[in-house]
């Protein structure tokens, strides 16, 4: 909520002040508009502003209309994904990788057998179009998937023995998420605590916020204890 609010805010002021000042000014108004369209995306548009579609392809349109928010975002991903000195993925439980989006082939899992890409604000990465199943489920950053599209998604998910390779930008939240969600469900940890003990191990900065660790409870309840 607070980012999305400071997203339109910032996109207020910038076409705010293209009207004030006119002239060369305006050229604000398309980063102001883009930025504010994307923080209205996290106060409940939801992820489908950035026109993801499940095979992982773009929306041109929503890519020409959010530019000026995408040229941020992408350098700032590929600066964070270059410097900070983590692995680009790492096995978090048997047969559960959890990463960021591979930069290039070798920062992809060699024996992956299934992609799940919850990134909104990226294409498919070119690495990922080597495993031939590939699921994508758009969910912003720092958020969840939607109950039913994650419950559905551990149910396809359930019987593959594997390796699967969970990721989102950085490997920390919404793929850490999906990969908690899957590791009770098979039993491999007690709860969403577990999972997070576990999985820290593996890659310490893994972080779930709140609304993710409600979503792994959600998912990970039976059917009939569901109100």
Known sequence: M?????????????????????????????????????????????????????????????????????????????????????????????????????????????????????????PRSAPTRAVARYECVPTLDTDAPDVDAFRALLDRL????????VHCAMGHGRSATVAAGLMVRRGVATDVDDAIRRMTAARPRVHLHGVQRAAVGLVSMKQGELT
């Open 158 to 165: 359930d019987g593959e023995e594997g390796p699967i390779f």
């Open 2 to 122: 607070r980012f999305g609010l400071i997203q339109v805010a910032l996109g207020i002021a910038l076409i705010g002040v293209a009207a004030y000042v006119g002239d060369a000014a305006w050229a604000l108004v398309w980063p102001g508009w883009s930025v504010g369209i994307v923080g209205l995306a996290y106060l409940g548009i939801g992820p489908r502003v950035f026109g993801k579609r499940a095979d992982g392809g773009m929306s041109m349109l929503h890519v020409a209309l959010l530019l000026p928010y995408y040229v941020v975002a992408w350098s700032l991903w590929q600066l964070k994904s270059r410097l900070q000195g983590e692995n680009p993925h790492d096995e978090v439980a048997p047969g559960i990788i959890v990463g960021r989006r591979p930069l290039g082939e070798a920062e992809m899992p060699a024996a992956a057998s299934v992609v799940v890409d919850l990134t909104s604000e990226f």
